[in-house]
Nanobody, 127 residues
Framework: VQLQASGGGLVQAGGSLRLSCAAS????????VGWFRQAPGKEREFVAA????????YYADSVKGRFTISRDNAKTTVYLQMDSLRPEDTAVHYC?????????????????????WGQGTQVTVSS
């Protein structure tokens, strides 16, 4: 599967953005998909993840209650709805997919063990 992330942009604090991660391939349903982000000078960190069938989700504490991850397997797309954005959410956001693992599983997976990474999309939140 190949991944294409989109939807980033510039928004004021308190605003919203929706990121999309479009996948190609016929076996999308076996992949858990996660969103990760990396701010300048910081390590990449986990944001949110969803299981292959969409029934299980997992969030970093920093985004819990503000972000919602969902997927439409018929459209082979995963979404990240980001509300109440804060300046500290500013980062390049990446989607990633791993086979035969759970939402929580992909959150702790070594980056080298993840099957596919999409290109990043920049999210900038101004104060």
């Amino acid at each position: 599967v190949q991944l294409q992330a989109s939807g980033g942009g510039l928004v004021q604090a308190g605003g919203s953005l929706r990121l999309s991660c479009a996948a190609s391939g016929h076996t999308f349903g076996i992949y858990a998909v996660g969103w990760f982000r990396q701010a300048p000078g910081k390590e990449r960190e986990f944001v949110a993840a969803i299981s292959g069938n969409g029934q299980s989700t997992y969030y970093a504490d920093s985004v819990k209650g503000r972000f919602t991850i969902s997927r439409d397997n018929a459209k082979t797309t995963v979404y990240l709805q980001m509300d109440s954005l804060r300046p500290e959410d500013t980062a390049v956001h990446y989607c990633a997919a791993a086979r035969w693992t759970s939402a929580q599983g992909i959150s702790v997976m070594s980056p080298s063990h993840i099957d596919r990474w999409g290109q990043g999309t920049q999210v900038t939140v101004s104060s």
